[in-house]
Every structure is written in structure tokens, then in C-alpha cells.
């Protein structure tokens, strides 16, 4: 079945360290998105990429950077630059293309922790 | 700009009672509607959707019917039990192109025994 893995489910960082966290889809999908969820909180789009090799910045993009050098890939990488990156991250994906929006597909999300 | 507003929680009800969580919306047209559930320490799933004015998306005995004159998309379910407890999302994709959804600031609803 395709779907939207994301790994790992948990991740621990030091204070001071760079972590990467891996989105990878098998739906064929162009457009590939991340949000950062706080308890309590809503969604809060880091950034998104509607093609391979272009990826623009989204509401909180600071501190996190991100590449998208295969269409089925897109990692995210929480730099030391984030100060409170203590929060629950969710990759999702959609088709793309103008012509009918069919929503999003969401992977199950991973939970960052610095320790 | 698009935006949608959503009824903030938590809301809290007894097995068996009705369920509504308002959503209002603004936008340029009459573009799809959504609402998405996500349960504890999981990713959303897309619950159900309305493509046009008029239409009532239903599933797993939720519904929603997207009411043009009032900009709505209320979600109602008439009788909610405790595995129902999550957060819902209502959501808006974008009418001035591209792909980014406008969501709501999510409605926790916790059902009791």
C-alpha cells in the first residue's frame, strides 16, 4: 500500500547538535510538506517543496533547513539555529498540480525531544 | 487572505451525545472543504470532504455540509463515543492557486463514559 513513512518515531537531540528526520512517499506525489505541532497547538507549516529540487520557506522556517533531491524524499534537518525544537513534526504530501486539490496524505509523524 | 476558524476546545462530552464543532471559512470562490481527525500521538487523517456548495461529506457517521450563504462546514455526529476522542482540523485549500492548505487551529474533544 503507499503511503508517507516518516523515521524515527522518536528522537532525542543534545543541546548543540543537528538531527534529520526522514519523509519518504510512495504515492508518486510532487508536493511534499512539513509542520512543526506544539502541545495543545495547531500546525505551523517549516516548509514545503512542489518539485524535485525547489523547496520554498514556510511560516517558522528558522533554524530548520531541508532538501529534495528525489521526488519521493524529503528530510528535514533541525538545526543547532533552533532554539526550542522540543515539538512533534508531520510530513505530508498531495499530487500537486492546480486543476482539483485532493488533500493531503500525512505520515504518522515523529517526536523530537532535546535532552 | 484565506482563513478558516475553527470553535476552540477542549470539548468534553458524555458517551452517546451529540457532537458539533463549528468551522467558518473565507475565501475568494467556492473552493473544497475538508476536516481531518488526529488521534493521540498520531499523523491527521483526512476525515471526510465537501467539493462543492451544497454537498454533505460523511464517515464513520460524521458529516458535513458546506453552506455557501453561511460559509460553513460544521461537523456533527449524533451520537459520539469514547474512540472518537482526538483533534479535528478543519481545512481549506487554496483558491489563488497553488497547494497549501489553511488550517484551522484543530478542537480537541475528549468523550467520557
Known amino acids: 500500500d503507499g503511503g508517507i513513512t516518516q523515521s524515527p518515531k522518536y528522537l532525542f537531540r543534545k543541546e548543540g547538535q543537528n538531527v534529520t528526520l526522514s519523509c519518504e512517499q510512495n504515492?508518486?506525489?510532487?508536493?511534499m510538506y512539513w509542520y512543526r505541532q506544539d502541545p495543545g497547538q495547531g500546525l505551523r507549516l517549516i516548509y514545503y517543496?512542489?518539485?524535485?529540487?525547489?523547496?520554498q520557506k514556510g511560516d517558522i522556517a528558522e533554524g530548520y533547513s531541508v532538501s529534495r533531491e528525489k521526488k519521493e524524499s524529503f528530510p528535514l534537518t533541525v538545526t543547532s539555529a533552533q532554539k526550542n525544537p522540543t515539538a512533534f513534526y508531520l510530513c505530508?504530501?498531495?499530487?500537486?498540480?492546480?486543476?482539483?486539490?485532493?488533500?493531503?496524505?500525512f505520515g504518522s509523524g515523529t517526536r523530537l525531544t532535546v535532552v | 487572505g484565506d482563513s478558516v476558524t475553527q470553535m476552540e476546545g477542549p470539548v468534553t462530552l458524555s458517551e452517546e451525545a451529540f457532537l458539533t464543532i463549528n468551522c467558518t471559512y473565507t475565501?475568494?470562490?467556492?473552493?473544497?472543504l475538508f476536516w481531518y481527525v488526529q488521534y493521540p500521538g498520531e499523523g491527521l487523517q483526512l476525515l471526510l470532504k465537501?467539493?462543492?456548495?451544497?454537498d454533505k461529506g460523511s464517515n464513520k457517521g460524521f458529516e458535513a455540509t458546506y453552506r455557501k450563504e453561511t460559509t460553513s462546514f460544521h461537523l456533527e455526529k449524533g451520537s459520539v463515543q469514547v474512540s472518537d476522542s482526538a483533534v479535528y482540523f478543519c481545512?481549506?485549500?487554496?483558491?489563488?492557486?497553488?497547494?497549501?492548505?489553511?488550517f484551522g487551529t484543530g478542537t480537541q474533544l475528549k468523550v467520557e463514559l
Open positions: 475565501a475568494t470562490g467556492y473552493p473544497s
Open positions: 481545512a481549506l485549500p487554496p483558491t489563488g492557486g497553488g497547494n497549501k492548505l489553511t
Open positions: 504515492l508518486n506525489h510532487d508536493a
Open positions: 505530508a504530501s498531495t499530487p500537486g498540480g492546480t486543476e482539483f486539490f485532493y488533500g493531503y496524505t
Open positions: 517543496s512542489q518539485i524535485v529540487n525547489d523547496f
Open positions: 465537501a467539493t462543492k456548495a451544497d
